[in-house]
């Protein structure tokens, strides 16, 4: 079992930058792929950020691809999601999710059904 809880959420203007921080609990951490996803009002829970268990590889969308980077510190459990250059759509509820995804294509990493954890979010709000 593995409980995540994520903080770092906040107001920001456009332009700003914001770090989640996503704290996981149990000793198998290093052991997860882990991925971030996002959720605007009246919209699907779509897929942002994700990295491999050893951290050796890392897959983004389209959409926030050069302006946010994945990390992960498994010797602290955590994982972490760097925003910079924020827009008013990144606006959105963001969770953190762990996986025992063993694949090595962006396919797996952004389907939702390949988590078997989830945080309960954190709020990011950009102001245009």
Known sequence: QVQ???????????????????AASGRTFSSYAMGWFRQAPGKER??????????GSTYYADSVKGRFTISRDNAKNTVYLQMNSLKPED??????????????????????????YWGQGTQVTVSS
Not at 91 to 116: E, L, N
């Open 4 to 22: 995540l809880v994520e903080s770092g959420g906040g107001l920001v203007q456009a332009g700003g930058s914001l770090r989640l921080s996503c």
């Open 46 to 55: 779509e897929f942002v950020a994700a990295i491999t268990w050893s951290g």
């Open 91 to 116: 606006t959105a509820v963001y969770y953190c999710a762990a996986g025992t995804i063993r694949c090595y294509s962006r396919t797996c990493y952004s389907q939702k059904t390949s988590y078997d």
